[in-house]
């Protein structure tokens, strides 16, 4: 379970202060599937950064199966995004130089397993999602539809209880988005968290439950 | 950790041409250290080799090597010689004398040193290591022979001597019994400029009792040295001066050699040394263009679970294997460059010299290119560590 206690975050751009988030408290059940919605400069992403241990609170905390992750060194909140989190990007960020089985290797390779191990684990998240065939494939050698679901593959790696996605559909086009939406439900079946940011109200509604944002503010 | 290295490599081949650019920096500073030392091995070797095969001679000098230059501080006496004749373990003794003189070769006066000796003493002397181009040398009882150097047959007259050419010298009249070659670097000083007689006429030509220079031959070498300082002690005394009398043996000589080459060669190193630290500070902006552009990358690295130091011993990893080649390739470019420069230095200078390439000096040569690509890859390998996963995952 994820909660966070009056959750607020400043950020310095220059010589001016942006205020990104203000005294947010939200509860995350486990194996919930939760949108969250919002326009350009809500909030949204710099929510999602702090609760996928990116980045730390100004003030407040966010607690992660009850721990909190503002008292965490560098190494701490690395090891939690290794074994709790899994991400999937707007942009993919897929490593270009490496191959869709490398890219999906890449997570077991920090975390310390075997070569092979590595590489057959890889190979099995791709055919789940589908790219059984492609695995060979460098990034700029897909659709964007197929280096998402790289990414899905990849951020299920070290097979983690959270994944988090920040506008996951929205460099694809429509029909796409559904597909990758398909599988996002499809892991929220297994049992996982899944915590979606978006823009598009019909993305949002694909999930069990959707909490709006502005300014900074998680809206009830 | 194998797959560390796969990971650096495919970053190092993706960006081609600035890690060639790269590689070719620390080549470039290895290659100039390999060959330098080579080459400068191979001229010492060289050099003395020729030095060790008079090792049972001692130069008795009336004054002293000093900086490279000869301060004369006076000469020998014949009380001198026949003291030394006291002295245990030596087997031979000559002496030489020289001097300025006036020479005419077909109305042309030039001065020339006319130097005399004993003719057995200075055929091995120079006779052998130079060789003569034309006629005899001297015999013991050529009262009126003299032979000549090169640039004396060539260069100070009109007109080219040969041999049965006559000279005056001192107003004595004189007939060239022969030529010597073109001396190598090593004795063009010594001959090339310089008219050779035998001691008797030497002696009456310049006007001289003077002893200018006394060759001792020993029996055993390893006397040589207990030998050299008793000669300067005996003649010191008789002269009543404290400083006066040099002997050197061709231990000590070849010992200055040694002493010279490595000035040479530590001066040669200082600016190829120069050379690698250019290379590094190459290296310090690639590697910290490359952290710069792949921020993003790092990001993402960190997001999906990189540790500071996952991503620290990545980027140092990348450099040290992009150095470590340059000085592979650097060693063997050097070892090439060693051999063409021996076989130039060989040429112009008439000396055999063949560079050589100690063990050493290669594992050395690997080792620095590594250490450079630490050190310089670790500045901007730690800044990527040190990077936010947010502000980076953000750059892209």
Redesign the interface.
Known sequence: MIHTENLSKTYRMGEVEVQALRDVNLEIKDSEFIAIIGPSGSGKSTLL?LL?C??KPTSGAVFIDGIDTGKLS??GL??I???KIG?I?Q?F?L?H??NALENVA??M???GVG?EARLKRAEEQLVKVGLGDRIYHKPSEMSGGEQQRVAIA??L??DPAIIIGDEPTGNVDTETGNAIMDILEGLNREGRTIIVVTHDAEIAARAARTKGMRDGKVLD | MIDKFLLAFRDIRERKARSILTVLGIAVGIAAIVSLMSVGYGMEHAITGELTEMADMISVMPGELRGGSYVEKGSFTDRDVSDLQRIGGIKDISTMTYDAAEVEYRNKRVPIFVLGGDTKELESFYVEPVGLKEGRWLRENDYKGCVIGDRVANDFFDEVIHVNDKLVINDEKFVVVGVFEKGDMLYSNDVDSNIFLTLRAAKEVLQTDEIKYIIVRVYEIDEAERIAEEIEERINDNHGLDDFANAMTMGSMIELMGDIFMIIQGVLIGIAAIALVVASIGIMNTMLMSVMERTHEIGVMKAIGAKSRDVLSLFLLESSMVSLVGGVIGCVVGVIIAKVLSFLGSAASGLEIAAIVKPEVILGGIAVALIVGVLSGFYPARKASKMSPVEAVRYG
């Open positions: 950064n996928g990116l980045d560098e190494n690395a090891e995004r290794r074994k991400f990007f942009q960020n490593i130089t490496l890449l997570p390779f920090f975390a070569r990849r951020a790696s070290n």
